[in-house]
């Protein structure tokens, strides 16, 4: 059975039919080629397929791709600027080395890019909490930890005083 | 591809039940957290689902004025967690949400789903346990309302007649006023782990007496439980080490835990006597008592 549904990707709207036994994963990478969201477990358990649907981080393997119509799905390919300029996020991750493999760091990208966008504050113990949906088999988690961390740390102010850091 | 065979989506409650009520096949679908684990395994094949996800209103938290506690199926476990009014008033449920899966998985798991799926080790059951809440089931023939305890007929088997959908719970107040109440749950990992036992334990104290005690287990027999004899004991004890030591013991004799690759009944049984103890410790405090050394 196919069903015709209007979605954006990345701040693209697009429309297509879909088969209703089509997972969300399946539509992503196969149809639309957005290959930045993995097929780890397809149980829900190891988090390498997580796309952000509306800002939530949710497993993209157990959403039926019928469930999309109408949101706004953000993918790793989406994160960057358009010009090729890594997030605040992603810069952090490549400046902790919270990268091996790199299969985990989409979805760990994008969680953090959550919690960035959410303005709260979280407590190292809460952010362990939060990206406890995230299997890597590479790093160990404490380079992600700080990667994280420091994705949520406010801006450092900038400016010709050259009073760095100060506010 | 999920093995489905098909579709359809209701707009509203009454159009969910007038579907439900035509096609006797049809299979619930709420968050899917769980619907289309069992797809995958083979458990449900050429499923034709019903999906209920778009009905918002049946995802609403919130407080009658007579005090009742209203928590709509479709209530996601992050949701449960960062509402206001469940932290304020049954913090024990904020906790049991928050431990459930991890945060992607409580962005779309629901409530009502956790529930009617069956499972002994529902994170979310002992603390409903505990509140003795009751659910609202509704179909083509009317509504009726379900004491948690009533919904459970065995493992993965509830209460859910042909054409029933669960459309809320219910929590009165003298449930949950007044009470102190925890959840712990004991797993292997600290997260997105299913629990090798779930604790919850609600208590009122006045002065230096226990004046009610509320025990929900999970995973301790094969469906979630309630620690009758303990709580009938515990009714009116001074609160002391030995007191607790007694419940921690009398709680065991009302499960029926069983060995599993998780663990052995005996070792369950252990954890039984010591986290009774331990969460009603924790209780205690927070319904207002001292704190037990
Ligand atoms: C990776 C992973 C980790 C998990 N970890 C945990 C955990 O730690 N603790 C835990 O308790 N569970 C866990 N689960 C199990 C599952 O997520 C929960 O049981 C969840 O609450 C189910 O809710 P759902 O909305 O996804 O249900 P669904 O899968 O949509 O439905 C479950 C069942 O309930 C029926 N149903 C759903 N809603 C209604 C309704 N309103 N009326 C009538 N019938 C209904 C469906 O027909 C189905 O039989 C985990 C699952 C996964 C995939
Ligand atoms: S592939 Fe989706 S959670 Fe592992
Ligand atoms: S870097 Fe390899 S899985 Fe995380």
Request: glycine share 10%; net charge neutral; charged share 25%.
């Amino acid at each position: 059975m196919l069903k015709k549904i209007s979605f954006t990707v990345n701040g693209k709207a697009l429309s297509l039919e879909i088969d209703i036994r089509e997972s969300l994963l399946e539509v992503l990478r196969t149809r639309l080629g957005f290959t930045g969201v993995k097929k780890g477990c397809g149980v829900g358990e190891c988090g390498a397929c997580t796309v952000l649907i509306d800002g939530t981080p949710i497993d993209s393997c157990i959403y039926l791709a019928v469930w999309a119509e109408g949101k706004s799905i953000t993918t790793i390919e989406g994160v960057a600027s358009k010009d090729g300029e890594l997030s605040k996020v992603q810069q952090a991750f490549v400046e902790e080395g919270a990268i091996q493999c790199g299969f985990c760091t989409p979805g760990l990208v994008l969680t953090t890019t959550a919690l960035a966008e959410s303005g709260k504050e979280y407590t190292r113990e809460e952010l362990k909490r939060e990206l406890s949906g995230h299997f890597c088999r590479c790093t160990g988690y404490n380079n992600i930890l700080k990667a994280a961390e420091k994705s949520l740390k406010p801006e450092e102010h900038q400016c010709a005083c050259g009073h760095h850091g100060e506010k | 591809m999920y093995n489905i065979k098909g579709y359809l989506d209701a707009c509203t409650v009454s159009e969910a039940i007038e579907l439900l009520a035509q096609n006797p096949n049809l299979r619930i679908i709420a968050g899917g957290t769980d619907v289309l684990i069992k797809m995958q395994h083979g458990q449900f094949q050429e499923a034709e689902l019903l999906s209920i996800r778009t009905l918002e209103s049946m995802a609403d938290i919130k407080k009658l004025e007579d005090g009742t506690m209203i928590i709509g199926a479709l209530a996601t476990f992050s949701q449960i967690f960062n509402d206001p009014i469940i932290q304020a008033e049954i913090p024990a449920l904020a906790e049991a949400a928050v431990s459930m899966g991890g945060p992607q998985i409580r962005n779309i798991a629901t409530i009502g789903g956790n529930i009617c799926n069956g499972a002994t080790s529902a994170d979310s059951a002992s603390t409903l346990f505990a509140l003795n809440a009751s659910l609202r089931l509704e179909s083509k023939t009317g509504a009726r309302l379900v004491p948690i305890r009533e919904f459970y007929l065995g493992p993965g088997k509830v209460d859910l007649k042909p054409g029933e959908i669960l459309t809320e719970f219910r929590v009165a107040p003298e449930d949950y006023r007044g009470f102190g109440g925890h959840y712990i749950k004991f797993a292997a990992r600290k997260a997105m782990d299913i629990a090798t036992l779930g604790v919850s334990v609600m208590c009122k104290v006045a002065a230096k007496t226990l004046t009610e005690v509320r025990i929900g287990l999970g995973v301790a027999g094969p469906t979630p439980l309630r620690c009758v004899e303990a709580e009938e004991f515990a009714k009116g004890q001074e609160i002391s080490k030995d007191t607790l030591a007694q419940i921690g013991k009398l709680a065991v004799k009302s499960t029926n835990a069983r060995t599993s690759w998780r663990a052995s009944k005996e070792y369950r049984e252990h954890l039984v006597e010591e986290l009774v103890q331990r969460a009603l410790k924790t209780a205690i405090v927070r319904a207002g008592g001292e704190e037990l050394a």
